[in-house]
């Protein structure tokens, strides 16, 4: 008998996921805090819900043949697979959006998640940008 591949979870399993930890981080603590507070419970909130994630990874730049380092980190890749970039401000803009595309494409991703704390509902502060790969 040969051995079956484990299969991955959808994108879109691993982003309701995500969704559903944030939204459980956000009723705890409601709006207002430092971005840096929501980083660190979706952590513990991700982790107690055995979701695989890395924080603070480096992206890099490639240019001309030859990769740099700019500095850019992202808030969370999860599974390996989907990008999510917290913040913390009255409305999300279209350079926050441009930010997480820009992102995507570095990394040759193909989903993100653009989450917002500063909302009276979670729900509301969630934006999902597709990266056409």
Same mark, same amino acid.
């Given at each position: 008998?040969?051995?079956?591949?484990?299969?991955?979870?959808?994108?879109?399993?691993?982003?309701?996921?995500?969704?559903?930890?944030? #939204?459980? $981080?956000?009723? %705890?603590?409601?709006?207002?805090? @430092?971005?840096?507070? =929501?980083?660190?419970? +979706?952590?513990?909130?991700?982790?107690?819900?055995?979701?695989?994630?890395?924080?603070? #990874?480096? $992206?890099?730049? %490639?240019?001309?043949?030859?990769? @740099?380092?700019?500095? =850019?980190?992202?808030? +969370?890749?999860?599974?390996?697979?989907?990008?999510?970039?917290?913040?913390?401000?009255?409305?999300?803009?279209?350079? %926050?959006?441009?930010?997480?595309?820009?992102?995507?494409?570095?990394?040759?991703?193909?989903?993100?998640?653009?989450?917002?704390?500063?909302?009276?509902?979670?729900?509301?502060?969630?934006?999902?940008?597709?990266?056409?790969?």
């Amino acid at each position: 008998m040969g051995q079956t591949a484990l299969a991955l979870p959808s994108i879109n399993f691993i982003a309701r996921d995500i969704i559903g930890a944030a #939204v459980e $981080v956000h009723r %705890h603590l409601g709006p207002g805090l @430092l971005e840096s507070a =929501y980083l660190r419970c +979706l952590c513990d909130e991700l982790g107690r819900r055995g979701i695989v994630f890395d924080h603070e #990874v480096p $992206v890099p730049l %490639h240019y001309k043949g030859r990769q @740099l380092d700019c500095g =850019y980190r992202l808030d +969370l890749l999860v599974a390996g697979r989907v990008i999510v970039e917290l913040k913390t401000v009255d409305k999300l803009l279209a350079i %926050h959006e441009a930010q997480l595309l820009s992102y995507l494409r570095l990394m040759r991703l193909p989903l993100g998640l653009l989450i917002n704390f500063n909302v009276a509902k979670l729900t509301t502060g969630v934006s999902r940008i597709a990266n056409r790969l």
